[in-house]
């Protein structure tokens, strides 16, 4: 070797040494648990409400980019190369104010996802876009300007950096494509100053959206004065607009934008100020909501980071897998994300007979959202357990609309009563809150709601949409719900409402309306068909409906099953696991539900990856589809049955095959508005709630925890100084079965545990390993309690 290459051989040593040196004094900067987020996940063929962009929890801003057509999961879907703008609300049947910065000639459509060409859409390159917590951005390459967004609760901040260009513009669509299409009535816009412009619009659902009518009112302010303030209705154009300007009644599409000369680099913020009650009121909530900002975009950056860092903060996980934590935090983000505060800063909202309201205590707020059918399989849990402010922040928010609107909603969105799916499980988010020891409401009025819900039969309601359960007064005359009227399957639903009614009654004190509830919540009885041993329709005349198929008759309002089918819902008893048991018998119990499994895990235990057209039959058609409600608790059935190593082997299962970490498959199907994430980060714990926390003396089951670690930081106000420890030792992808389980130092063999013993503070480890361990939990003393078995 000469000197010249030894030299060179030196140098490079030296390099590599230096930087090997560099990096052990350098400090290691952990991860925050919202670096693990991933908005982008489960964005291809997604909902309306699962968005890439910025938000706060539960914010009235949901800023974040469009792309799809009218239609059936409409708003951004991650496989197209697309945008059309950057529209504030994304709020179940509820849309409005798209805003897309643009240069070139004017265009007033956005064109289609097919030919983005005919409108003012532009195409961008996936390398060129950023989604994260607090923060999107993506660079328009039609008009080379990029974007920026972040948001507060209730104002959405953009930054665009434009080119050198005569008459750029920001371009205001008030009519947008959307999941649930609107008819824009009218809309007015003025134009305050050449910085400042407020508005409102006039908006009326479409379709199955229809019970939904309200105002966006905005206030927008400029970070540099505008030169011309425009607007467009219909294919008429009005430049150098002063004063107002007004779209018309009955006209289909307006819009308005203003235009800049700017130079390269140019960088122009806006500030969108939104509000359901009035421009005013939009004005407020942009003025406080912005005052410890200014004009300063990365303190607001900064600040909805912090925002959601506490809150996911909550739980703090210890592993080795970084996929399971980014599917973790990704999860536990979408469970506080996509409902909607329709409250302004001092306590404003508009009720449903569309009457501007004031909250007593402006601090507090009304909530709207999506249904909440079945959240007392995940949501109410995650929240009752880790956030219990924000249980009693929903618990009085459908307080308020009871006092205002005199029924219990079913899915409030934009403070209405949408009439969304069945039964009324706002009850369980009442009485689970309860139960778990958040009881600072008003318990005799939520005691009042419930009976009221289930003794008065449904209608639909003065301020539009329908309250209460269609199906009630059949169920209340024959003690089922007969296949003449409706679907056999509310029988279940409002029999486990039956149940909760019952056990917050008892809780607070009234035997009579504890009885009572108690006894008809036995209705689910009727429905069970000792020879075939399923749930079966049944006519009004006490006869069986004939023929007979296991796995048929998905529905909605129709008879049959409400978006399942006989198999799933002969579980479908969440109150009295072991009435199911005895009545199949325990073999019988354990083999069918374990054939379920092993038919459906090919598909990912969801049928929209079965090759079969989207509809409610095919939802049915599958024995175990966790991608829809009814069936989000079968893992957790085998504990009941004395086969807890079950429920281990196929809750993990779902974990890794239902859940995903891309944007293709992070949810195999709806996520709901964070039903499905909070299933995911309760289970990924090992933690269930069969019952959904509603007894009086509530507990959690049992599953196969999934990490090494996990502290669940508990709630100072509820529970000051306390945390939960639930410790792995062995766990791994493979070692996903309990051998032993140690609570607080001591031998622990139950396959469930108290709420009381996990909020009072303690350490539960798991020994875990490949084999099941059939002695551990199974034995008939071990089993969970349920409304036949109960544990004192």
């Known amino acids: 070797m000469n000197i010249y290459k030894k030299i060179v051989l030196l140098l490079a040593l030296g390099a ?57 999961k409409a708003g951004y879907d991650y496989s197209l190369n697309s945008i059309s703008g950057f529209s504030h609300i994304h709020s179940w049947t509820m849309s409005g104010l798209l805003v897309m910065p643009t240069t070139g000639e004017l265009q007033t459509t956005p064109g289609t996802e097919k030919k983005p060409w005919l409108g003012y859409r532009s195409l961008f ?50 009519l947008i494509d959307a999941e649930y299409g609107y008819e824009l009535n009218n809309a007015f816009v003025t134009k305050i100053s050449d910085t400042e412009i407020q508005g409102f619009t006039y908006q009326q659902g479409n379709g199955g ?9 905005f206030y927008i302010r400029f970070s540099k004065p505008f030169i011309t303030f425009n607007g467009w209705r219909k294919d008429e154009i009005l430049r150098n607009i002063e004063g107002t300007f007004t779209s018309g009644w009955g006209h289909k599409d307006a819009g308005f934008f203003v235009e800049y000369d700017t130079e390269e680099g140019e960088q122009i913020e806006v500030q969108v100020g939104i509000s359901l009650v009035s421009p005013e009121q939009a004005r407020l909530n942009l003025e406080t909501e912005m005052k410890p900002f200014g004009w300063d975009f990365d303190a607001v950056v900064k600040n909805q980071e912090n925002t959601w860092n506490t809150l996911l903060g909550h739980i703090e996980i210890e592993s080795d897998d970084e996929t399971a934590k980014k599917k973790f935090y990704t999860n536990m983000y979408r469970s506080y994300l996509a409902r909607t505060i329709w409250s302004d800063v001092n306590g404003k909202y508009v009720d449903m007979y569309e009457k501007v309201q004031q909250l007593k205590d402006p601090s507090s707020v009304v909530i709207g959202c999506d249904a909440f059918w079945n959240t007392f399989w ?46 009324s499980h706002g009850i369980e988010i009442l009485a689970g809150a309860y139960q778990a020891g958040i009881r600072d409401f008003d318990t005799k009025k939520a005691l009042e709601a419930m009976i009221h819900q289930q003794t008065v039969q449904g209608r639909a309601h003065d301020g539009g949409g329908y309250a209460g359960n ?46 009572y509830f108690a006894k008809r919540s036995r209705n689910f009885e009727n429905v069970f068909d000792s020879k075939t041993k399923y749930v079966r329709m049944k006519n009004a005349d006490g006869t069986w409906v004939e023929p007979f198929d296991s796995l048929c008759c998905s529905t909605f309002l129709g008879s049959g099953y409400v978006e399942g089918n006989a198999w799933q819902y002969t579980w479908f008893v969440p109150h009295d696991v072991h009435y199911v048991v ?18 459906s895990e090919p598909w990912h ?37 004395n086969a807890p190593w079950l429920t281990q082997k196929w809750a993990r299962s779902i974990m890794n095959n239902f859940y995903g970490d891309k944007p293709e498959n992070g949810w195999m ?49 509820y529970y000051p100084g306390k945390r939960f420890v639930i410790e792995t030792v062995n766990g791994s992808d493979l070692n996903i079965y309990v051998q032993a389980a140690y609570l607080n130092g001591e031998k622990y063999t139950k396959p469930w545990i108290y709420h009381k013993d996990i909020v009072r503070g303690g350490h539960l480890k798991f020994i875990m390993g490949p084999k099941p361990n059939k002695k551990w939990g199974s034995a008939d003393a071990d089993t969970p309690p349920s409304m036949s078995k109960l544990v004192r």
């Open 16 to 72: 590599v040494c230096a930087v090997e040196a560099k990096d052990k004094l350098a400090p290691v900067i952990a991860k925050r648990p919202i670096d693990y987020v991933d908005p982008l996940i489960g964005t291809c063929n997604s909902r309306w409400m699962q968005f890439p962009g910025p938000s706060m929890p539960f914010g009235m801003v949901q800023l974040s980019p469009d792309n799809q057509d009218q239609g059936w």
């Open 125 to 174: 390159q996936k390398k060129n876009e950023v989604s994260r917590v607090g923060y999107y951005s993506v660079f328009l390459d039609d008009y080379k300007v990029k974007a920026e967004l972040t948001s507060t609760t209730r104002v959405g901040v953009h930054r665009y950096t434009f080119p050198k260009n005569y008459r750029s513009r920001i371009l205001f669509d008030l």
């Open 209 to 217: 959206a229809s019970f939904n009518e309200y105002s966006v009112n």
């Open 378 to 423: 995940n949501l109410n849990g995650l929240w009752n357990l880790v956030t219990p402010q924000v249980s009693k922040m929903h618990v009085n928010s459908i307080l308020e609309i009871y006092d205002k609107g005199s029924w219990i909603p079913k899915g409030p969105a934009g403070i209405e009563y949408s009439g969304i799916m069945v039964a």
């Open 470 to 515: 269609r199906h009630l007064d059949v169920y209340m005359k024959y003690g089922y719900v007969p296949n003449e009227f409706g679907p056999v399957s509310n029988t279940l639903e409002y029999a486990y409402d039956d149940w909760a009614v019952s056990e917050f009654a008892k809780a607070l004190g009234d035997k009579e309306q504890g009885d």
């Open 582 to 599: 005895d009545f199949l018998g325990k073999d019988e119990f354990v083999a069918r539900l374990n054939r379920g499994f092993v038919a």
């Open 605 to 641: 235990f969801s049928s929209e990856s079965v090759d079969w057209s989207e509809s409610l039959e095919s939802m049915g058609r599958l024995p175990i589809n966790h991608g829809n409600q009814p069936n989000m608790q079968a893992a957790y059935l085998f504990n009941y049955a």
């Open 669 to 717: 199907g709806d996520e709901d508005e964070g039903q499905m994430g909070s299933w995911y980060v309760l289970s990924s714990l090992g933690l269930f709630q069969m019952q959904g926390g509603c007894a009086q003396e509530p507990i959690w089951d049992l599953g196969s925890p999934q990490f090494k670690k996990a502290v669940i930081h508990l709630d100072d106000k």
